[in-house]
């Protein structure tokens, strides 16, 4: 059973800074490829970055010079580094797994096999 609990989400100003932590049960975080998603009331999930089993990492447009993915495997745990927060990077966050190892960055949400239960991230101008 993959477990995957996400902390460090709250409510910043503009330009204030976060770091995001998924602690997963087992080996998951390397042997799976790992994403962060977000999704705001409203709109669709989205991808915010991912990272592969060869530490490869992809970032979203959006948040590309402003957040960092990274992952610790002998910790099991999956990171996002937030910098220059703004206000529509308000959103749930989510910590999710692939069993398909590399090429997730390729992986719609609905492709990927297991998720977190979401932490949310609130910045105010």
């Known amino acids: 059973q993959v477990q995957l609990v996400e902390s460090g989400g709250g409510s910043v100003q503009t330009g204030g800074s976060l770091t995001l932590s998924c602690a997963a049960s087992a080996r998951v975080i390397a042997i799976y490829c790992m994403g962060w998603f977000r999704q705001a009331p409203g709109k669709e999930r989205e991808r915010v970055a991912t990272?592969?089993?060869?530490?490869?990492?992809s970032h979203a447009d959006s948040v590309k010079g402003r957040f960092t993915i990274s992952k610790d495997n002998a910790e099991n745990t999956l990171y996002l580094q937030m910098n220059s927060l703004k206000p529509e990077d308000t959103a749930m966050y989510y910590c999710?797994?692939?069993?398909?190892?590399?090429?997730?960055?390729?992986?719609?949400?609905?492709?990927?096999?297991?998720w977190g239960q979401g932490t949310q991230v609130t910045v105010s101008s």
């Open positions: 999710a797994a692939d069993r398909a190892g590399r090429y997730c960055e390729f992986t719609p949400a609905t492709g990927w096999d297991y």
């Open positions: 990272i592969d089993i060869d530490g490869q990492t």
